[in-house]
């Protein structure tokens, strides 16, 4: 009598999809802009230096208006004394625009989550393109005795919260350092509260150096009279 056949080995079960643990990906592209400032951004110029006197807990220092921004910040040509970059983000591309004097930079950025803006109403700079108002550097040229060039001296570096850490803030400063390049400028300088560490951070990892032998000496008020 022969022998009955062996039962078949059992089927190994299919091994589960990785595909499956991996969380879906987002690609949701900001148009992004830096432009040169006008008179007619200073609202939204004066909101977020309020908010950065807040962040930095030094409101009881803040005095500006719209008004004295309007008087003294745009009345010579860009690059000759105080000049505002303004950052702009948008949903959308934006329409074609030169300018003679700075040609705006344009980068988009992706993100893997929706950007939620609480003050987008508030910072529109141009509501039927659905372009919002993201930040500011304002600077304006010094001297190097050491190097006999000119420079740039950055006054304020401003990004709002909701747009931190995804890559504004260096695009603002780039384009202040390219500026200075183009003109045959020897360098540019700025400050940073020593509590900041993330701004100290930022700083380093785009190659600044920082000073710590240096002091800021300041007469103000009664004390320059």
Known sequence: ??????????????????????????????????????????????????????????????????????????????????????LEVSPNPFTTATAAAFPPIERVIHLDLPLVDPERETFFSDKANDITV??????????????????????????????????FGKMLLSAVAKQAVKMGYGRVEWVVLDWNVNAI????????????EWRICRLTGRTIL
């Not at 951070?201 to 710590?212: C, P, Q, R, T, V």
């Open 201 to 212: 951070n930022f700083y380093e990892e785009m190659g600044a150096k920082i000073h710590d």
């Open 1 to 86: 009598m022969a022998a009955a056949a062996p039962p078949p080995p059992p089927t190994p079960a299919p091994e589960p999809s990785m595909n499956l643990l991996e969380p879906t990906r987002l690609d949701l592209p900001i148009f992004s802009r830096v432009r040169l400032a006008t008179a007619e951004d200073v609202p939204h110029i004066h909101k977020m230096i309020h908010q950065m006197a807040v962040f930095e807990k030094l409101t009881h220092l803040f005095s500006a208006t719209e008004s004295s921004l309007t008087t003294t910040l745009f009345n010579s040509p860009p690059f000759t004394s105080f000049t505002v970059f303004l």
């Open 134 to 167: 993201a930040g500011f550097v304002l600077f304006f040229p010094n001297y190097s005795t050491f190097l006999a060039k000119p420079g740039f001296y950055v006054e304020d570096l401003f990004v709002r919260d909701c747009y931190r850490r995804k890559g």
